[in-house]
């Protein structure tokens, strides 16, 4: 069944494709035997396809990278890779990063800065890190009591929105943020309408204070002086438990998760910490559509636990 969906992926049938992209979200081990028929068939679209890559198909796709027969397939084929995380696939990129493979004058960012699309990086220190968790929950929009002294928008006055609400002494949330480092409450509040421009940050505690960072830039495409508005009254609490990481979607109804992986609408964009430079640990996703029937977009929320950073930024189509 999964070869057959194969070739008719190899077809571009798009059914096929989602068919595939499923099984990769619920259970990506079952493709791992088939993959590399997927590679023979040049599938190289979505390369989450690829996330439980074993190596041989790794060193064969490492291989094409190297031997500079598809320089066009360049980009796609570090995507895979980077979805991939595997350690084989780590060194290509680390060596690629400084030896830039054929191709790689079409690329926008360099070879290890794709290890971003598969949720891990390389730190300052040179050391592998994951910036994501692989316990996941749904999370449930709730609406919550209209906040009657809510610090409002240095920017736009609107009242800000608490887009999270956790506290670790819940085992569920611990786990979910167990990668973050996080122990204690955790308030992340932002304004909805001007994190749609650039990423906001705040300062949290585990006391679950959390103050808008005064470093902040406002971006100059904001319009200037709007009316402030209300934002949403619903917040993330904590649903069912996923199955896997990947249980998420950016775009639909339901799609919203805390924990496990984001699902990227733009590139991927995990924030860097403005504390110490480094990426930010990934928090969570609420999708457009589970805030506003019309809801568009999703918005992604981001902790650094060692300097008390939290932001949120957000991706349309
Ligand atoms: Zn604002
Ligand atoms: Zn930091």
């Known amino acids: 069944m999964i070869e057959e969906l194969m070739r008719r992926a190899a077809t571009e049938d798009d059914d096929a494709i989602e068919e595939l992209s499923a099984i990769a979200d619920a259970d990506p081990r079952r493709l791992t035997p088939h993959l590399s028929l997927l590679l023979d068939l040049d599938v190289l679209y979505p390369a989450k396809l690829y996330r439980a890559a074993d190596a041989d198909v790794v060193r064969r796709i490492i291989e094409q990278v190297d031997s500079g027969r598809t320089p066009d397939r360049l980009n796609h084929l570090l995507m895979v890779l980077a979805h991939s995380a595997h350690p084989s696939a780590e060194s290509a990129l680390r060596r690629w990063t400084t030896q830039p493979p054929p191709g790689s004058d079409k690329l ?36 919550t009591a209209p906040g009657g002294d ?42 909805q309408f001007c994190a749609c421009y650039t990423t906001l940050y705040s300062h949290v505690t585990p006391t679950g204070d959390v103050t808008w960072w005064a470093g902040n830039s406002r971006p100059s495409y904001l319009p200037d002086a709007p009316e402030p508005e209300d934002p949403t009254t619903l917040s993330p609490v904590l649903g069912p438990a996923l199955t896997s990481p990947y249980q ?46 019309y809801g568009e977009g999703a918005y992604y929320l981001h902790l650094h636990q060692p300097c008390g950073f939290a932001a949120v930024n957000y991706q349309q189509s």
């Open 108 to 143: 926008y960012v360099d070879a290890l800065s794709y290890a971003h699309e598969g949720g891990w990086a390389v730190g300052s220190d040179g050391r592998r890190r994951n910036l994501c968790g692989d316990t996941a929950y749904r999370w449930v929009m709730r609406a």
């Open 150 to 191: 809510r610090p409002s928008c240095p920017w736009c006055a609107s009242p800000l929105w608490v887009a999270a609400d956790l506290d670790t002494a819940d085992a569920d949330i611990a786990a979910a943020l167990a990668h973050t480092g996080w122990s204690g409450r955790l308030v992340i509040e932002t304004c």
């Open 248 to 293: 998420v979607s950016a775009w639909n109804q339901g799609g919203s998760t805390l924990g496990g992986r984001p699902e990227w609408i733009q590139d991927a964009e995990h924030a860097d910490c403005p504390g110490c430079g480094e990426l930010m640990d990934y928090v969570g996703l609420i999708a457009g559509a589970d805030l506003d029937e």
